[in-house]
């Protein structure tokens, strides 16, 4: 995490950004829809690739939702986190890598990326997605 300088108040916010957004892996590991909603804004925009989904119920209906059904062994997680907030500390970007593994049916998943995330805090003091932009490609094997 990118600490830099920040106050003690603004430290303590992004390293809790950091296990937020850990507890999101864990909801999407466990496929639990439930759970995931919890961390999205119900308008919420997602870029995916050259993909979008406008809103919470577009992006858990005709993606995420049949995606996690599909997958067989997931595995997913984020790593390199940065959390850079705002000056009054009620909205912040993500910067993140993201790691993605799983089957589907005959087609196996092993996908690397990069995530940007606008989270706003909510009114009863829990982070948001507000926007989510991620971009990926299949993990480069070394040669031989």
């Known amino acids: 995490m990118a600490v830099g300088r920040r106050g003690s108040a603004q ?4 390293e809790g ?6 507890g999101y892996d864990e909801a999407f590991n466990a496929r639990d829809l439930d759970q995931l909603a919890t961390y999205y804004y119900p308008d919420v925009t997602i870029f995916e690739g050259a993909g979008v989904n406008d809103g919470w119920a577009d992006y858990r209906d005709r993606h995420l939702g049949p995606e996690l059904k599909a ?7 984020h790593s ?4 850079n907030l705002a000056p009054d500390g009620m909205a912040a970007y993500v910067t993140a890598r993201y790691f993605i593994k799983a089957k589907m ?3 196996t998943l092993d996908n690397v990326g990069l995530a940007t995330y606008v989270i706003v805090k909510a009114d009863d003091g829990t982070w948001k997605i507000r ?8 993990r480069q094997r070394p040669p031989g």
């Not at 950004?17 to 850990?22: D, G, R, T």
């Not at 997958?71 to 997680?77: A, D, I, S």
């Not at 390199?80 to 959390?83: F, R, T």
Request: aromatic share 10%; proline share 0%.
């Open 131 to 138: 926007h989510s932009h991620t971009s990926g490609r299949a």
């Open 71 to 77: 997958f067989e062994n997931l595995e997913f997680g």
């Open 80 to 83: 390199e986190v940065q959390a």
């Open 11 to 14: 430290q303590s916010d992004a």
């Open 17 to 22: 950004i950091v296990k937020w957004l850990a």
């Open 105 to 107: 049916g005959e087609r």
